[in-house]
């Protein structure tokens, strides 16, 4: 087991709340979904965009990892505030995007979930009322879409 996994036990062993394990739980699953999609994203992949026309353009691969980098800092702070917000383009750390090779935005994808974990175990957090939405849908899309991305940004 890698140090990882290790640490979201620990952490997930921590977290005494039935609500904020549930929402830790949900979270988790998806998050692995994804941290295993982008550990097969080609690092010259990263950029590519799948639609790119006059009307749409869609994300790259590395916007949409940033963009989970920063939504899961926004979860943090609507943890300790009470209040959730949507930060963008506040965290100095992910403005630019393109300074990233694939290892650091793994890394700071990482990083981002086990301090979500740290926050919510944290026994200041335990017994606190918080109000903050999260969505139960977090994956988007179907098996074709799922299909179409996998076969042609990592085949």
């Known amino acids: 087991m890698d140090n990882l996994k290790q640490e979201i036990i620990i952490r997930k062993k921590k977290i005494t709340n039935p609500i904020a394990l549930g929402f830790v739980n949900a979270f988790l699953m998806h998050r692995e979904i994804n941290r295993c999609y982008y550990l ?23 916007k949409n990892l940033i963009h989970q980098i920063d939504v899961t800092r926004d979860y943090i702070n609507g ?20 300074e990233f090779n694939k290892e650091k935005l793994i890394l700071k994808f990482d990083e981002s979930t086990l301090l979500l974990l740290k926050t919510l175990s944290h026994q200041d957090i335990v017994d606190a009322k918080r109000n903050v939405r999260f969505c139960h849908s977090l994956v988007g899309g179907n098996p074709d879409t799922i299909y179409i991305i996998n076969k042609v940004i990592i085949e």
């Open 79 to 98: 943890i300790l505030t009470g209040e959730l917000k949507h930060k963008h383009k506040e965290y100095l750390d992910l403005l630019n995007p393109e």
């Open 40 to 62: 097969r994203v080609p690092e010259d992949k990263l950029d590519v965009h799948l639609v790119d026309n006059e009307r749409v353009k869609s994300d790259s691969p590395r």
